[in-house]
């Protein structure tokens, strides 16, 4: 069903009138134990949905009833007003032009947001002048991935794996290079001070010596023997 039309006045209404009529009368009148309840359709909302304060138990006598932003019915905080014989529904000071009130006092919030969280208040008057507050509570929370987290985190948490596997590689990069190289060097060195050869063969002549060498070996290189060769290579690893 739908609700009746709002009136675009947010100031001084019919809401207004009624309680002026029905102040002096509540001080002989004290309300009695409230039996009319709210509850938030759903419980819990994500952010940009649709929220219902419904509300349970009304009264069958209602002669009005508004909503109230916080704990306290002043008239700053009214969201909205509605008056069951005329059936005029007036927005209030708080009423930001997504709340929509019905004639069984629910009132609905769309396109919800998190400053829409907190506490509700309904405040109803009955035919024998009783007035009754009860209050209300939205819950609102960021909307969520699939994953259950939200999407900053999400997010968040890949950086920190891509970070950590590029510091990994790079670390293990640093590690490769630092071994290699050292047994490259210490290969050098090794072809430095003991050329490879085989047994009982002569090596190869160079033109050129990275050290400097005895005259006999250079003569034996110039000239090789391959039993003398085989002497000095000898004794060259017993010294090593």
Not at 105 to 117: V, Y
Not at 122 to 127: A, E, G, M, R
Not at 204 to 209: G, K, L, N, Q, W
Request: proline share 8%.
């Amino acid at each position: 069903m739908e609700p009746p039309s709002a009136s675009p006045r947010a100031g001084r209404g019919p809401w207004q009138e009624l309680l002026l009529a029905v102040s002096l009368l509540t001080f002989w009148n004290p309300p009695t134990t409230a039996q009319v309840t709210v509850e938030s359709v759903p419980p819990n909302a994500a952010e940009g949905k649709d929220v219902l304060l419904r509300v349970l138990n009304l009264p069958g006598d209602l002669l009005g009833y508004a909503w109230f932003r916080g704990k306290s019915v002043e008239t700053n905080n009214r969201i909205v007003s509605y008056v069951v014989n005329t059936q005029v529904i007036t927005p209030g000071h708080a009423h930001s032009g997504r709340e929509t009130a019905y004639p069984n006092g629910s009132l609905l919030f769309q396109n919800i947001t998190l400053k829409d969280t907190g506490y509700y208040t309904l405040q109803i008057i009955t035919n024998d002048i009783q007035v009754e507050q009860v209050p209300g509570q939205l819950r609102v929370f960021h909307k969520r991935s699939t994953t259950g987290l939200p999407v900053g985190s999400i997010i968040g948490i890949a950086l920190g794996v891509l970070i950590g596997v590029a510091l990994m590689a790079t670390l293990a990069y640093f590690l490769l290079c630092t071994r290699t190289g050292r047994a490259s060097a210490w290969h050098d060195l090794r072809q430095l001070w003991h050329p490879a050869s085989t047994p009982c063969h002569a090596p190869v002549s160079s033109s050129t010596s990275p050290v400097s060498l005895p005259l006999p070996v250079l003569q034996e290189l110039q000239h090789p023997d391959t039993s003398i060769y085989c002497q000095i290579n000898h004794k060259a690893e017993v010294a090593s």
